[in-house]
């Protein structure tokens, strides 16, 4: 089993920026793509983004891109997303997920956090 707990979540005004932190423990050694997945009120969970075991590779939803960006720590077990210019549109509880093969997805994910809370002010 691999365990998540996201950090960093809050509340800021439109304009300022967050860094999301996502820390794994457990059975690591399995765990491939990380990825970042966000929730509205009454909306259906979306991919946000998502990075290759190594962080070669990075997956973008288009809401997102040139505005957020996912980094990795393979030593620290740990994954980020940076998050600028943010919008009122972009609150939301944001859950990170882990998956044990290396393809980036938007959907096959294993593990999964327990989320945090983004809050963006107009």
């Known amino acids: 089993q691999v365990q998540l707990v996201e950090s960093g979540g809050g509340s800021v005004q439109a304009g300022g920026s967050l860094r999301l932190s996502c820390a794994a423990s457990?059975?690591?050694?399995?765990?491939?793509?990380m990825g970042w997945f966000r929730q509205a009120p009454g909306k259906e969970r979306e991919f946000v983004a998502g990075?290759?075991?190594?962080?070669?590779?990075?997956l973008y939803a288009d809401s997102v891109k040139g505005r957020f960006t996912i980094s990795r720590d393979n030593a620290k077990n740990t994954v980020y997303l940076q998050m600028n210019s943010l919008k009122p549109e972009d609150t939301a509880v944001y859950y990170c997920a882990a998956a044990l093969r290396n393809i980036i997805s938007t959907i096959l994910y294993d593990y999964w956090g327990q989320g945090t809370q983004v809050t963006v002010s107009s």
């Open positions: 457990g059975r690591t050694f399995g765990v491939a793509v």
């Open positions: 990075i290759s075991r190594g962080g070669v590779s990075t």
